[in-house]
């Protein structure tokens, strides 16, 4: 029986909240001095958007109403812009990467012209936007060629990232900031992406650019901007953050940076781990509107007109309820041309599941949905052994009726399937590195392989036993023959013991051999 530690994230999802945090009320260095009119002050919106992912056709249920959708996304986007003028829309990053067929078959052409028709006023990068590589993600945002889908015009957002380093000029391969005036008021942006780049990007398609320190990017660029006199300050971070929904136990990476931060930063849009934040931490507002277009966050500013600072800050995060609101016209008429391109191959039925074969792990944090993946990749290339990753899969497969669109959705992102010669040695090392140090676990799904580890060891020396099917321990010098995606063979996750493997077949796609095995296991039911 295999041991595990259960590490599941629950994504947890709520009616709208609001929030409000005052600066002059919280903070000793703020002025509490009123004024008679408004004059002295500018009110500014800001609406924001994180982690996207091409779902322009997808809703979900939050708090027993159906929410999400690019027709809806933008109704409300379209509706809070019309009640005050001084509104920008921001977003920070993964617009695009593990989208669904209607973006992913386009190469995610779709939703780059959804977020046209939204008019956003600035972005920044995520992990994800560099999944096809770094001249693929220039490509949509400035436009060019490419292959599969000809000539794209690109983006009309202005991208921004101070800690994406060309390794070329050593400078940033994005402007690190942009400068937006509303009614005679500068605010700075400045954008970056979580490090963690580093482990869940392959080598391959970063490797003309370096991630450097998201703290030390923001506050050198935080500088310039005091430089220029610029005392608003708002940083897109694609950097993972939490909040109970009273704003309270803030937690994750971005806040315990918080405090690191320059001071004269006011308010982060946080990205990365789909869930809520609404929160203040060191009198910095952090907010994070779970993903999937589900909610987005609005943040309502008060800027002083003689000190040109933030002197007020309040936020809400507004779930995207299909309720009392109609589709956007624009965006519908978007929808319609692209499943129209895409046509009825994807509504195909390809099989039938009694039951739902859920992506989370269970208490020994075992993934029905990766065991399955793991199977049908062992059997594609005829291995001994198969391992998966829980990243591969983006969500579940329901009982019933099973397309090949709800395939493609749950693994978007294109990967093969790899046969890879390990010894037993290599095996186990491979294993030894779902526990890290300062980060997460990791942990990876088998067939063909038992182990047991000891929680309570040093990293690295936590297996314990390992043995093969037939319940025999692996030789350490012995070779096996193992599948995997050829992200994991690449290293991908940090998995870097995988690259110490011979390469000796490639094979169909991961999502191909999980489909073959869903033929042959569970048939359409033609009752």
Not at 97 to 116: A, K, M, R, V, Y
Not at 225 to 251: D, F, R
């Amino acid at each position: 029986m295999l041991k595990f530690k259960m590490m599941s994230s629950l994504l947890i999802f709520g009616v709208i909240l609001f929030g409000s945090y005052n600066l002059s009320e919280s903070s000793r260095n703020q002025s509490t001095t009123t004024h008679p009119t408004s004059n002295h002050y500018v009110q500014v919106q800001l609406l924001g958007i994180n982690d996207f992912h091409g779902q322009l056709n997808k809703y979900r249920k939050v708090s027993g109403h159906m929410a999400g959708g690019a027709e809806y996304l933008a109704a409300y986007l379209k509706k809070y812009k019309k009640e005050n003028p001084n509104t920008l829309l921001v977003h920070a990053g993964d617009m695009v990467g593990g989208s669904p067929p209607i973006s992913s078959q386009f190469q995610d052409e779709p939703t780059i012209e959804f977020l046209n028709l939204l008019h956003i006023d600035v972005g920044t990068p995520g992990n994800h936007e560099l999944d096809q590589g770094v001249n693929e993600m220039k490509r949509l945002i400035y436009g060019g060629f490419n292959e599969k889908t000809g000539y794209f015009n690109g983006s009309n957002t202005p991208y921004i990232s101070a800690n994406i380093i060309d390794k070329r000029t050593n400078n940033p391969l994005f402007p690190p900031y942009v400068i937006k005036e509303i009614d005679g008021i500068k605010i700075g942006f400045i954008g970056v992406v979580t490090t963690e780049t580093n482990l869940y990007v392959t080598h391959e398609n970063r490797k003309e650019v370096e991630i450097t320190d998201e703290v030390s990017a923001i506050n050198r660029t935080a500088q310039l901007l005091k430089e220029k006199g610029i005392k608003a300050i708002v940083v897109l971070a694609h950097v993972s953050a939490e909040s109970n929904l009273s704003g309270t136990n803030p937690q994750e990476a971005l806040v315990e940076m918080a405090p690191k931060i320059d001071n004269e930063v006011d308010v982060i849009f946080a990205g990365h781990s789909h869930q809520y934040a609404n929160t203040i931490v060191d009198n910095k507002l952090i907010v994070q509107a779970y993903s999937y277009g589900e909610a987005f966050s609005q943040v309502n500013i008060k800027i002083d007109r003689n000190t040109k600072d933030i002197i007020e800050k309040r936020a809400k995060i507004v779930v995207t309820s299909h309720d009392g609101i109609k589709p956007d016209k624009d965006t519908v008429a978007l929808l319609k041309k692209y499943k129209e391109k895409l046509g009825d191959k994807f509504n195909q039925i390809v099989g039938f599941l009694p039951e739902e074969v859920s992506r989370k792990q269970d208490v020994n944090g075992e993934s029905p949905l990766a065991k399955m993946i793991a199977e049908s990749e062992r059997k594609a290339m005829g291995t001994e052994i198969a391992i998966v990753h829980q990243g591969e899969m983006r969500g579940s497969l329901k009982r019933g009726n099973l397309t090949l669109e709800d395939l493609y959705t749950q693994l978007p992102f294109g990967h093969s399937v790899s046969k890879l010669i390990l010894t037993g040695d290599q095996i186990k090392l491979v294993l030894e590195q779902q526990w890290r140090k300062d980060q997460m676990n990791d942990m990876l799904q088998t067939v063909g392989l038992t182990y047991k580890w000891n929680p309570n060891a040093p990293i690295g020396s936590r297996i314990i036993m390992l043995k093969d099917s037939k319940g025999q321990n692996l030789q350490s010098d012995r070779e096996y023959v193992v599948a995997v995606s050829n992200y994991l063979a690449s290293g991908g996750d940090n998995f870097s013991a995988f690259e110490q493997g011979r390469l000796v077949e490639t094979g169909p796609q991961v999502v191909t051999a999980l489909l073959n095995y869903i033929k042959q296991q569970y048939p359409m039911n033609m009752n």
